[in-house]
């Protein structure tokens, strides 16, 4: 498996999102038209990708055979086009909402870490979209796209800085592409419908909905190698479609240990482990404007 290195800060990545994302991609049939397999499998696909990878303590990774058993209903097949050539594939919506004046620092104490109380970074990139291709439930996808962004128009450029939006296309285990340029606009609204997915451990109190997200945009990827970026692009168009996902609003926080085992199998947590990665990059690179409590 190849090693990923950058030359360059991923605002966003966190390092384990890129470990899924290498194991999903890891294996199989590369096929452009609508999958055979329902929704169910599609999403057996999925979460064996998660669990081999990350193991069961892991926020994102484990068996998610119990949560993902709710959302089956709700995965779209849409029509996405990469470099010319129309791929269907399945597309899944995230959303994660925090209370105003929430502070990432509040959420993760890392006991090692003396705490700055003159920092508050806010959460930023609150909207995922998942979009796949798997042949079988019993392998990990053969195609992904993991796009991180947040409600409006998010932009991919990597010269934005600490609030870029961050993409990762992959097909096979060494073809990986990170987002280089482009916008993406999204639009989520929640339903009536509750959704009943555990609350991540850093939420104390909130609530899940089933939402709508109204997608649309065009990112260029640049692929990456042992080396770092190469010169070679990639463009994928997401014309503009209407998906179905998960929204968890958060009302109440609570200050976990991110370092510890957290006995945390759900597909929530995502967004809080993209900040957790943010924070621990603009400690080492300075490239965060954090505003003062």
């Given at each position: 498996?190849?090693?990923?290195?950058?030359?360059r800060?991923?605002p966003?990545?966190?390092?384990?999102t890129v470990?899924?994302?290498v194991?999903?991609?890891?294996?199989?049939s590369d096929s452009?038209?609508?999958?055979?397999?329902?929704?169910?499998?599609a999403?057996?696909?999925?979460?064996?990708?998660m669990?081999?990878v990350?193991?069961v303590?892991?926020?994102?990774?484990?068996?998610?055979?119990?949560?993902?058993?709710?959302?089956a209903?709700?995965l779209?097949?849409?029509?996405v086009?990469?470099d010319?050539?129309t791929?269907?594939?399945?597309?899944?919506?995230?959303?994660?909402?925090?209370p105003?004046?929430t502070c990432?620092?509040?959420?993760?104490?890392?006991?090692?870490?003396?705490?700055?109380?003159?920092?508050?970074?806010?959460?930023?990139?609150?909207?995922?979209?998942?979009?796949?291709?798997?042949?079988?439930?019993?392998?990990?996808?053969d195609?992904l796209?993991?796009?991180?962004?947040?409600?409006?128009?998010s932009?991919?450029d990597?010269?934005?800085?600490?609030?870029a939006?961050?993409?990762?296309?992959?097909?096979?285990?060494?073809d990986?592409w990170?987002s280089?340029?482009?916008?993406?606009?999204s639009q989520v609204?929640?339903t009536?419908?509750?959704?009943?997915?555990?609350l991540?451990p850093?939420?104390?109190?909130?609530?899940c909905?089933?939402?709508?997200?109204?997608?649309?945009?065009t990112?260029t990827f640049?692929?990456?190698?042992?080396?770092?970026?190469?010169?070679?692009r990639l463009?994928?168009?997401?014309?503009r479609?209407?998906i179905?996902?998960?929204?968890?609003?958060?009302?109440?926080?609570?200050t976990?240990?991110?370092?510890?085992?957290?006995?945390?199998?759900?597909?929530?947590?995502?967004?809080?482990?993209l900040?957790?990665?943010?924070?621990?990059?603009?400690?080492?690179?300075g490239?965060?404007?954090?505003?003062?409590r």
């Amino acid at each position: 498996m190849m090693a990923f290195t950058k030359e360059r800060s991923l605002p966003g990545v966190a390092t384990i999102t890129v470990a899924l994302l290498v194991s999903l991609s890891a294996c199989g049939s590369d096929s452009t038209g609508p999958s055979k397999l329902d929704s169910s499998a599609a999403l057996q696909s999925l979460a064996l990708g998660m669990g081999s990878v990350l193991g069961v303590q892991s926020p994102i990774g484990a068996p998610l055979g119990a949560s993902f058993g709710g959302i089956a209903p709700l995965l779209d097949q849409i029509d996405v086009t990469v470099d010319g050539t129309t791929q269907t594939m399945f597309a899944l919506g995230l959303r994660e909402t925090f209370p105003d004046g929430t502070c990432m620092e509040d959420l993760f104490e890392f006991p090692s870490i003396p705490p700055d109380n003159a920092v508050c970074t806010p959460p930023t990139l609150g909207v995922g979209v998942l979009l796949w291709q798997s042949h079988s439930p019993s392998a990990p996808p053969d195609r992904l796209i993991f796009i991180v962004g947040d409600v409006g128009t998010s932009n991919f450029d990597i010269f934005t800085g600490f609030n870029a939006a961050v993409a990762i296309y992959m097909q096979g285990v060494e073809d990986i592409w990170l987002s280089l340029s482009g916008t993406l606009t999204s639009q989520v609204a929640a339903t009536s419908q509750s959704c009943g997915l555990p609350l991540p451990p850093y939420a104390k109190a909130g609530s899940c909905n089933v939402a709508t997200f109204d997608e649309q945009g065009t990112i260029t990827f640049e692929e990456y190698s042992d080396t770092g970026p190469t010169a070679r692009r990639l463009n994928v168009t997401i014309p503009r479609h209407t998906i179905h996902g998960l929204w968890q609003s958060i009302t109440e926080t609570q200050t976990i240990d991110p370092s510890g085992p957290w006995d945390y199998n759900r597909v929530s947590g995502w967004p809080g482990l993209l900040h957790l990665n943010k924070m621990s990059g603009a400690s080492h690179t300075g490239s965060a404007t954090n505003s003062a409590r």
